[in-house]
């Protein structure tokens, strides 16, 4: 012990003084040499190749069967034609035709969903879905084909041609003999909501909300053990988008991600990672750079917890999915329904194969190309390093406490509790707030719109609390006699021991959360200086929840309208909308999905803000 400490003066050693004399610098280097970890990562040298883990997949070694091009073509004409008649709907007895010509068992589903912020806006909706029973299996297992329908009216890309590949590779499936498990095709209406009753139906289960009833379902297969999402737009079709991210982040298993692209690219398709090509030569400094800008887009995708498809509300009932989305670019070769359809049907046959469900490959990974990936014995010790940078501060606050005899008194983390209290309180009434804003705007006939009340309502009560904080919470810690440096060490345990729990579920809001606040958090104590001290507010600021989501709406406004940063209003006025509607989706998905980001940041990320902004101007030093 004589090491740490001489236990004749009880001063600290020589070498525990040195190193708090260095923190700075030790965690400035661990968080400057995490964040260059990490974009080393998306170099070729530092991840490895996808392969196969399950074997019993046999990619590609069948030979096709699928045929019926000619009549995904007539398919496609028909349902135009009646779709025509549908503009705002869905012809559900049409497809319900056509599956009972096929031959399937065909059934309906009737759901309704409540908007969580309006009760008395009440929607129905109606899915049609046909079984194909396996003529080798007992009914105890099967496979799931989805497309969603959108109707001619939508905003979002039709998906005429992928329900055509369905109902052809339906009637294709139907001659063989060969299927050991029922195929079960679903055409959702509403998108997720659909998807979601549907999924909630089959199990019999809810995702805790009461806004969806989710209705009865006519009949059921047996445990669904894969499902394949078609978002296809045209006939011809270059590329093939295939999406990943699921509810919360969840990723499906590695080993269908591979079994995908492979099976597209062997039929001549080019395969994409959140729409973005291989780049050709990965080993030069360009292409370092254009994989980790392919990294640094699948992790930001994967941080909101928002699905990219019908295939992410799966994952949550132990299903592996994933959405294939088609695309055509100009001056491409194109492929037709020929090629598309032996796709699919390599890749439902190869799932067919399955002896058991996906446990081989890795269920966490992170992809800086379609055939390259990072395993999370790889990720995770940058990530530490950077968790590492506030814990090594936050130790030598707590060892430094040595040398002052009266900060000592001054260090008790128990009495930090009325401090929590208050502000867990606060993200409740902040986690509650839209239904009673709305309830609100009702009640007094304001005549606001549903985006402008939540928001504007969020930034009333984000000024309100600030000012309760500066004063109120202030007030508590002088009570208390906290010292400064005390709460600046509970803020960075806290911290991190809440970013290694996020990052178990969802390494990118982890790293991207811990990436922005780390540095801004290790400044959170009162200086004397009156400059210095606004300045330190002005940066907390910044990280403000709300701040945050103005930021990174800004950012994605200046990359899909790149041309509107020339007329600054129009621009801003842009991203002002899309905050709005960013922070009603969080709070909806939240309700219908159980997509958690919005309870966190308010129950759990705002009360450490609320205790960094108090400790700013915390009086007892």
């Given at each position: 012990?004589?090491?740490?400490?001489?236990?004749?003066?009880?001063?600290?050693?020589?070498?525990?003084?040195?190193?708090?004399?260095?923190?700075?610098?030790?965690?400035s280097l661990f968080y400057i040499g995490s964040i260059v970890w990490f974009v080393c990562l998306a170099y070729r040298q530092f991840n490895a190749g996808t392969y196969f883990s399950e074997n019993a997949l046999l990619p590609g070694l069948v030979?096709?069967?699928?045929?019926?091009?000619?009549?995904?073509?007539?398919?496609?004409?028909?349902?135009?034609?009646?779709?025509?008649?549908?503009?705002?709907?869905?012809?559900?007895?049409?497809?319900?035709?056509?599956?009972?010509?096929?031959?399937?068992?065909?059934?309906?589903?009737?759901?309704?969903?409540?908007?969580?912020?309006?009760?008395?806006?009440?929607?129905?909706?109606?899915?049609?879905?046909?079984?194909?029973?396996?003529?080798?299996?007992?009914?105890?297992?099967?496979?799931?084909?989805?497309?969603?329908?959108?109707?001619?009216?939508?905003?979002?890309?039709?998906?005429?041609?992928?329900?055509?590949?369905?109902?052809?590779?339906?009637?294709?499936?139907?001659?063989?003999?060969?299927?050991?498990?029922?195929?079960?095709?679903?055409?959702?209406?509403?998108?997720?909501?659909?998807?979601?009753?549907?999924?909630?139906?089959?199990?019999?289960?809810?995702?805790?909300?009461?806004?969806?009833?989710?209705?009865?379902?006519?009949?059921?297969?047996?445990?669904?053990?894969?499902?394949?999402?078609?978002?296809?737009?045209?006939?011809?079709?270059?590329?093939?988008?295939?999406?990943?991210?699921?509810?919360?982040?969840?990723?499906?298993?590695?080993?269908?991600?591979?079994?995908?692209?492979?099976?597209?690219?062997?039929?001549?398709?080019?395969?994409?990672?959140?729409?973005?090509?291989?780049?050709?030569?990965?080993?030069?400094?360009?292409?370092?750079?254009?994989?980790?800008?392919?990294?640094?887009?699948?992790?930001?995708?994967?941080?909101?917890?928002?699905?990219?498809?019908?295939?992410?509300?799966?994952?949550?009932?132990?299903?592996?999915?994933?959405?294939?989305?088609?695309?055509?670019?100009?001056?491409?070769?194109?492929?037709n329904f020929l090629l598309m359809g032996r796709a699919i049907e390599g890749i439902m046959r190869s799932l067919n194969n399955l002896q058991e469900r996906f446990h081989q490959s890795f269920f966490f990974y992170l992809l800086p190309a379609t055939?390259?990936?990072?395993?999370?014995?790889?990720?995770?010790?940058?990530?530490?390093?950077?968790?590492?940078?506030?814990?090594?501060?936050?130790?030598?606050?707590?060892?430094?406490?040595?040398?002052?005899?009266?900060?000592?008194?001054?260090?008790?983390?128990?009495?930090?509790?009325?401090?929590?209290?208050?502000?867990?309180?606060?993200?409740?009434?902040?986690?509650?707030?839209?239904?009673?804003?709305?309830?609100?705007?009702?009640?007094?006939?304001?005549?606001?719109?549903?985006?402008?009340?939540?928001?504007?309502?969020?930034?009333?009560?984000?000024?309100?609390?600030?000012?309760?904080?500066?004063?109120?919470?202030?007030?508590?810690?002088?009570?208390?006699?906290?010292?400064?440096?005390?709460?600046?060490?509970?803020?960075?345990?806290?911290?991190?021991?809440?970013?290694?729990?996020?990052?178990?579920?969802?390494?990118?809001?982890?790293?991207?959360?811990?990436?922005?606040?780390?540095?801004?958090?290790?400044?959170?104590?009162?200086?004397?200086?009156?400059?210095?001290?606004?300045?330190?507010?002005?940066?907390?600021?910044?990280?403000?929840?709300?701040?945050?989501?103005?930021?990174?709406?800004?950012?994605?406004?200046?990359?899909?309208?790149?041309?509107?940063?020339?007329?600054?209003?129009?621009?801003?006025?842009?991203?002002?909308?899309?905050?709005?509607?960013?922070?009603?989706?969080?709070?909806?998905?939240?309700?219908?999905?159980?997509?958690?980001?919005?309870?966190?940041?308010?129950?759990?990320?705002?009360?450490?803000?609320?205790?960094?902004?108090?400790?700013?101007?915390?009086?007892?030093?």
């Amino acid at each position: 012990m004589g090491l740490l400490s001489n236990p004749s003066d009880k001063q600290l050693s020589p070498l525990l003084l040195k190193f708090v004399g260095k923190q700075k610098v030790l965690s400035s280097l661990f968080y400057i040499g995490s964040i260059v970890w990490f974009v080393c990562l998306a170099y070729r040298q530092f991840n490895a190749g996808t392969y196969f883990s399950e074997n019993a997949l046999l990619p590609g070694l069948v030979h096709s069967n699928f045929k019926e091009d000619f009549l995904a073509r007539q398919y496609v004409a028909a349902i135009k034609a009646e779709a025509e008649r549908y503009p705002n709907g869905m012809p559900h007895a049409f497809i319900a035709a056509q599956f009972k010509q096929l031959g399937l068992d065909t059934f309906t589903h009737n759901f309704s969903v409540k908007y969580p912020l309006d009760e008395n806006e009440v929607y129905s909706g109606k899915n049609v879905y046909g079984i194909l029973r396996a003529s080798r299996g007992a009914s105890t297992e099967c496979l799931v084909m989805s497309v969603p329908y959108r109707p001619p009216d939508s905003v979002l890309t039709g998906t005429n041609a992928g329900i055509a590949v369905m109902l052809s590779l339906a009637a294709s499936f139907r001659a063989a003999s060969y299927w050991a498990r029922d195929v079960i095709f679903v055409v959702t209406e509403h998108e997720q909501l659909g998807m979601e009753a549907w999924l909630e139906a089959y199990h019999y289960t809810s995702s805790g909300s009461n806004s969806i009833d989710f209705g009865q379902l006519d009949a059921r297969a047996g445990a669904i053990q894969a499902a394949i999402n078609l978002e296809i737009p045209y006939e011809k079709i270059s590329h093939i988008d295939v999406r990943m991210e699921g509810l919360n982040g969840q990723l499906p298993n590695l080993d269908l991600v591979n079994l995908v692209h492979r099976l597209f690219q062997q039929e001549r398709f080019t395969t994409t990672l959140k729409e973005r090509e291989d780049y050709p030569d990965p080993l030069s400094m360009e292409g370092w750079i254009y994989s980790a800008s392919s990294l640094l887009t699948l992790m930001a995708s994967q941080a909101t917890g928002v699905p990219t498809g019908n295939h992410g509300l799966f994952h949550r009932f132990g299903i592996e999915a994933l959405t294939v989305a088609g695309s055509y670019k100009r001056g491409w070769h194109g492929s037709n329904f020929l090629l598309m359809g032996r796709a699919i049907e390599g890749i439902m046959r190869s799932l067919n194969n399955l002896q058991e469900r996906f446990h081989q490959s890795f269920f966490f990974y992170l992809l800086p190309a379609t055939n390259r990936y990072v395993s999370i014995g790889v990720y995770m010790p940058p990530f530490g390093l950077m968790i590492g940078s506030m814990l090594l501060q936050a130790v030598a606050l707590y060892i430094s406490r040595k040398e002052n005899p009266n900060e000592k008194q001054n260090w008790n983390f128990l009495n930090l509790g009325s401090f929590v209290l208050y502000s867990t309180i606060c993200g409740l009434l902040f986690y509650s707030a839209p239904e009673k804003l709305t309830r609100f705007n009702r009640s007094m006939a304001l005549g606001l719109s549903t985006e402008d009340v939540v928001f504007g309502g969020f930034c009333m009560l984000s000024v309100i609390h600030c000012i309760l904080t500066s004063t109120v919470g202030v007030r508590m810690l002088s009570i208390q006699r906290l010292s400064a440096n005390c709460v600046q060490c509970a803020i960075l345990l806290l911290t991190s021991t809440l970013m290694y729990a996020v990052a178990m579920g969802n390494i990118s809001l982890a790293v991207l959360t811990c990436f922005i606040i780390s540095p801004v958090f290790s400044i959170a104590k009162p200086v004397s200086q009156r400059f210095l001290k606004y300045c330190r507010y002005a940066v907390l600021m910044l990280v403000h929840p709300l701040s945050l989501l103005f930021i990174a709406t800004l950012i994605d406004t200046y990359r899909v309208f790149p041309e509107e940063i020339n007329q600054p209003w129009k621009f801003f006025g842009k991203t002002h909308t899309a905050a709005q509607r960013a922070l009603i989706y969080a709070v909806v998905d939240g309700t219908f999905y159980g997509n958690w980001l919005f309870f966190a940041v308010s129950t759990l990320y705002l009360p450490l803000w609320s205790l960094a902004w108090a400790n700013l101007g915390n009086l007892s030093r």
